[in-house]
């Protein structure tokens, strides 16, 4: 007689389905029988330019010792992000990607009787890490497509132990301003981490958006996140990292996989850090080609959420599902 393992697996785990991410050429090739080669793909809002060439150099450098566990600790990337970053080494936590530690957070801080709150229209990993531990996903209705902060801090509540805020919002590409982030943190309970996720930041540095990093000094309770798959064109190697207090960083290390960022991936992501050139062309193209997705929109008389992330949200003016399945 075999047992009912769905029914024996927890009960937010049995609530939720598996994340779907877009679809690789290769198969989305297979399906409609074309050559990959004519797929355009802008499912996952990937960087086109590639990895950067110093990157790519480092890894090849790295090849020949496969046979070797990776640096648990990452401590020569956690150096270059702690002095980047202006946070101390121990303030660093590195990931498998930034959805890792936003893992990470869920398995240290959420329980069965507890929640977190966060936005609708939000990434989707958030309910995801919330239910698989058992927690109640408390979501907060939009207000134009993005945060509505003082909807969001209504939500909280003695059971609340996380917030989990975007800035930009993926995949809505809104965003929220440094008054504004600073007076939702003013009133956050301190018992309740503030999760800032900042995936795009580097799409957005400057102007209206708030850095995260200068708010980590003043709020104890807040934890940046943010990756190396976006701006930085490492997506295939999934590395990440969360900035926080020291006993934030140490609780998270608790929990962490060992060696949950391999070798290649450090190896990489130190290149990248300190290819500004790269990073500078990123964030050119990325501009170049918002402003011709916009000219196009207007030319069609298409309605779209203003974003600063590397997507964007447009109106057809007809149900997405069709469109999508073309």
Known sequence: MSGDFLALAQPGVQQLSPYVPGKPVDELARELEIDPATIVKLASNENPMGASPKALEAIRNELAELTRYPDGNGFALKSLLAERCGVQLDQVTLGNGSNDILELVAR?????????????????????????????????????????????????????????????????????????LNEFLQDVPERVLVVLDEAYIEYAEGGELPDGLEFLSAYPNLLVSRTFSKAYGLAALRVGY???????????????????????????????????????ESRRLNEAGMQQLLDGFRELGLGWIPSRGNFIAVDLGQVAAPVYQG
């Open 242 to 280: 969360g900035l926080s207090t020291t006993v934030v960083a140490d609780v998270l290390n608790r929990v962490r996989q060992p060696f949950n960022v391999n070798s290649l991936a450090l190896a990489a992501a130190c290149a990248a850090l300190q290819d500004a050139d790269y990073l500078a």
């Open 108 to 180: 240290a801080y959420l329980a069965p009787g507890l929640n977190a709150v966060f936005s609708e229209h939000a990434f989707a990993v958030y309910p995801i890490v919330t239910q698989a531990v058992g927690a109640q996903a408390r979501v907060v209705p939009a207000k134009d497509w993005g945060h509505d902060l003082p909807a969001m801090l209504e939500a909280i509540d003695s059971d609340t132990r996380v917030v989990f805020i975007a800035n930009p919002n993926n995949p809505t590409g809104t965003w929220f301003g440094v008054d504004a």
